[in-house]
């Protein structure tokens, strides 16, 4: 019986994670939720999965929690994300709260000793020299749940990793990639939010149009997989059904395929190094027709280029990057920037960092303090 | 360092082989070499890898090659054949012989304990049940050279096979993929032999029009993983940029993939399971564009269905399959029959005969024989 953890539990990945729990309930107990602000779905979680402890954004919600439930420990704030995370019983947390909030309470669970489902990009991106070296010396594992990621892991499978060549992320292109650059200045939220292939929050989802969110990626795996970022690139493919590949130094290409289902990355990193049936929708490529695959136009998305950029940085470049992009994409949807502005936002704010080598924790939250606040104060002519 | 024989080196695969061979000189020798009638290309050979066995067609062609070349064992015919595969001191046998006649020196190599690089399917179309269980027996390793079986057999590496869905062959469609049925009644020799990706042998290129050699290789398949026929698919891809791929219980879809080169899985076959450099030109997917699917058409392709019969109806109708197009291709590449009569052939051998079950070798190759004779005797309308 595997005793499971989630950071995040009302967000679109803790929603599926627990999905694919139900459907295993001889494998799996839920030991600890840590939700958001959205209590009445919690609620619900916690009466079908009993934790033993839960825990939500503030001290009010908390209260008003404790009013409606009990046989429960009811935590609140990063205090309180960190217990789920690292002070229960559990032997694997997924880790898919969204943003660099996720940072400590991750490096928490991996002192823990914790297997790690991770879905929270935002650790390795900010941290990935301090997380890794973590989990190696506590031996931790760190399983990815990002499909990108959990498709390079599966197509690693049984490989010699120093015989890889290279890998290549697939990328949808987001919600705007059939308009030309010329067409972005002023689309909506709400266009924004169509993304074409997969149901995710509203910040990822823009993430995905920006291409931010392959950025972190890459960045993320050159973390996850100890490769050089010359050895990680990104194609466009719009169907979304090659999820990665890898490219070993025989020229032998492995890719990992399938309907867009997160369930089947998050079951297999809780099942790992075991498949088991899901749901998903089995591939059916003769009715699909044809994959295409476009390049990388760095025009087009610059906020890649800059990921790349900071990413070789190094440092606390990476930090900065993404916290530079929440507040963007939170002032976006918020309706205080333009979507084209968001580009800008973290142009600015990068190019006004000055980046620390080798980082301490310390200094890559105060990376990230400042490049919001530097975010939050920028002025962007409407 | 692996010493390598190789039957059927003058041919494609054969040639092949060497070249890989000849890419690393400090891991491989050639301890013997089998080649047909290309006595020229065969002194070649000998002069450049130095055998200590060569095995020719026939007492003639020996003789001949005898008079050019001095300190190498020169033996010829089946006998010859039998020996180069299995009394030498090679660890290694690549068996790449065309047709049926592969199968006693592939039996007398896996008996000899030599691991096999398998390029003749017949082996495993004709006697897979033999092969199998003698393989089994004697702890030697079937390695697949074919591109198909290559690449299922790279993605189940590291995977537990009991968690297979089903694995899907691709199928190019071969040289008259984009004609009608109606348009195939009076094409030529000459464009049967124009194969759109792969330069291979003439036997192989008509069978990859008429789809035998994709029933082949599900027949093949069936044996190499252990899998009934209904878990066994085929999908018309016609770049051949994906070689095959599997389905796990989860959905989750691993496929191989590369640019169109027999030396990637020949090489792999010889390294497994490393992975070596390879001059294979990397595959750049953003170049190609587009990757196409379409369903198989039974009717269309009324071989490949004829192929699961055989291979459903088990015994030696496999064999009689393979026998009667055998004889049949050889009778259309010498202008005796026309192209759709390949098929009418196989149906009408296929009809006439009494499937022996569970046969030994001597059944097997009876059928073999009978259905040669069958399919040579039968008279075709012109």
Chains 1, 2 share one sequence.
């Not at 919600?175 to 689309?187: G, I, M, Q, T």
């Not at 025009?299 to 930090?319: D, F, I, M, V, W």
């Not at 963007?328 to 006004?352: C, M, N, P, T, W």
Request: contains cysteine.
């Amino acid at each position: 019986m595997k005793r499971v953890s989630i950071l995040g539990s009302t967000g679109s990945i803790g929603k599926q994670t627990l999905d694919v729990i139900s459907r295993y309930p001889e494998r799996f107990t839920v030991e600890a939720l840590a939700g958001g602000t959205n209590i009445q779905l919690l609620m619900e979680q916690i009466l079908r999965f009993r934790p033993k402890k839960v825990s939500v954004a503030s001290k009010h919600l908390a209260e008003e929690l404790r009013l409606h439930i009990s046989g429960v420990d009811v935590l609140y704030g990063d205090e309180g994300l960190t217990e789920i995370a690292a002070c229960t019983d559990a032997d694997f947390v997924v880790t898919a709260v969204v943003g660099s909030r996720g940072l400590k309470p991750t490096l928490a669970a991996i002192e823990a000793g914790k297997t790690i489902g991770l879905a929270n990009k935002e650790t390795l991106v900010s941290a990935g020299h301090i997380v890794m070296e973590l989990a190696k010396r506590r031996c931790v594992q760190l399983l990815p749940i990002d499909s990108e990621h959990s498709a390079i892991f599966q197509c690693l499978n049984g490989e010699d990793i120093s015989r890889i060549n290279k890998i290549t992320l697939t990328a949808s292109g987001g919600s705007f990639r059939d308009r030309s650059r010329d067409e972005l200045h002023h689309v909506t939220v709400h266009e924004a939010l169509q993304h074409p292939n997969w149901s995710m929050g509203a910040k990822i989802t823009v993430d995905s149009a920006t291409m931010v969110n392959k950025g972190l990626e890459v960045i993320e795996a050159r973390w996850l997989f100890d490769l050089p970022y010359d050895r990680i690139e990104v194609v466009i493919h719009p169907e979304s059904i090659i999820h990665s590949f890898v490219e070993f130094v025989d020229h032998s290409v492995i890719a990992q395929m399938g309907t867009p289902d997160m369930r089947v990355p998050i079951q297999y990193a809780l099942t790992y190094p075991e498949r088991l049936i899901t749901p998903a929708q089995p591939l059916k490529l003769w009715e699909i027709g044809a994959l295409h695959f476009r390049p990388i136009d760095f025009n087009r998305y610059p906020c890649l280029k800059l990921a790349y950029e900071s990413g070789r940085a190094g440092g606390t470049a990476p930090a900065v990057f993404n916290a530079a992009n929440e507040v963007a994409v939170a002032r976006f949807l918020k309706g205080d920037i333009r979507f084209l502005q968001i580009e800008d936002v973290i142009y600015d704010v990068l190019a006004s960092h000055e980046t620390v080598s080798s980082p301490a924790l310390d200094d890559i939250l105060a990376a990230d303090e400042w490049a919001r606040r530097q975010a939050s104060a920028m002025k962007t002519p409407s």
